[in-house]
């Protein structure tokens, strides 16, 4: 029998040469070639994280879009909308030149009050005004939550000790009580002119007095990022320390001071819609809660007028209800249990529909 040749593969070494029977016929693969396509490969796939990147880079730090946001992001807008606008459209606040307590027609929409002004119009007004309290308070609020807070979480030592004993001094003050003997103090005082018993005096006791609770929150996530990889690197680079708080634990602490500032604004709301109902609020501007004092002076109850009471508080009520469903959408950034919590809900439904049990965690048992 005679001898089988062996055949021999086509294949290729590492040479980038091919191999086989017939070999010399083969053009050569270079080596250098395909170093240049992997090295575009790898380029490209750069590009395209990059890009990704770039997208995302402040996704994590945004709330989901959901009902609870969409919802909340309505209200609040629309109410925006109409303390902005409102004024443009309507009379003078303080025209008393209408008929005394009519109820809501065609020629005023609302009513009018026991003075004959017109009840949209002080509406209007005084959801301005209140916006401006509940923005400027929850400002000055966050500001003071931040010193005292991120501040003393991240330096800690004397510093820590001693802030963190101011705020809790303050912590466990009653808030409303303090609120009360200082706006009137300070709107009696003498020397303060035109701030003496306006909005933005209201305002700045309203933030003085509300930043404790923020800050105590604010110095244990400080705490928690000082001791990240990233901070400590930046620290051992020679930065100074406040650009590793402006920039390095600041930016981690978005979803968490916008939450903060939202609880601002609605304490500041209805901290002024109380002072203003006893009577110590602003006299100088029109909010909504001296719209209530007003009714309530003017013993809108009694005479039947729920046109002077009822629209600005039903303003105070959705302002509120709409600032805390997107405090609650900010809450599931910040919580990752309460965003998957809606999911795991729909899948434990979806189980029990088919006779399957559910772990707590959300997966099947």
């Known amino acids: 029998m005679a001898d089988s040749q062996p055949t021999l593969d086509r294949t290729a070494d590492d040479s980038g040469y091919a191999m086989g029977d017939d070999a010399p016929f083969q053009s050569p693969v270079s080596a250098e070639a395909v170093r240049e396509t992997a090295r575009e490969a790898s380029a490209t796939a750069a590009i395209a994280a990059a890009t990704s990147t770039r997208a995302g880079r402040f996704r994590h730090i945004l709330p989901s879009r959901s009902g609870k946001l969409i919802t909340g992001v309505v209200i609040v807008g629309l109410i925006t909308l109409f303390g902005i606008f409102g004024p443009m459209i309507a009379q003078p606040p303080r025209d008393s030149s209408n008929e005394a307590l009519q109820p809501p027609s065609a020629e005023h929409w609302l009513g009018t009050t026991k003075l004959g002004y017109d009840v949209f119009s002080q509406l209007a007004w005084g959801t301005q005004g209140s916006l401006f309290i509940g923005i400027v308070a929850g400002i000055v609020a966050q500001l003071l939550a931040v010193i005292f807070g991120v501040f003393a979480g991240y330096f800690g030592g004397v510093l820590d000790e001693v802030l963190t004993l101011f705020t809790n001094i303050v912590l466990v003050i009653p808030g409303l009580p303090v609120v009360m003997v200082i706006a009137a103090y300070v709107q009696n005082a003498e020397g303060l002119g035109p701030l003496a018993r306006s909005s933005l005096l209201v305002a700045l006791v309203l933030g003085i007095t509300g930043w404790a609770g923020s800050a105590v929150v604010l110095r244990a996530q400080a705490r928690s990022l000082r001791t990240r990889e990233y901070v400590a690197a930046a620290r051992v680079a020679g930065e100074k320390p406040s650009r590793i ?49 007003d009714a309530q002076t003017g013993q809108a109850v009694g005479t039947g007028a729920w046109w002077w009471f009822v629209p600005p508080g039903l303003i105070i009520a959705a302002l509120g209800a709409g600032l805390s469903l997107i405090n609650f959408a900010i809450d599931e950034v910040v919580n990752p249990k309460l965003r998957l919590a809606p999911e795991n809900a729909k899948r434990q439904r979806r189980a029990a529909k088919a006779g399957k049990g559910v772990a707590d965690t959300g997966a099947f048992a």
Do not use: C, H, K
């Open 245 to 293: 708080i402006f920039v390095e634990i600041l930016p981690n602490l978005v979803p968490l001071l916008a939450a903060q500032f939202i609880f601002g604004v609605i304490f500041a709301v209805l901290g002024e819609a109380g002072l203003s109902y006893l009577g110590l609020g602003p006299t100088g501007s029109i909010t909504l809660g001296t719209m209530l004092n």
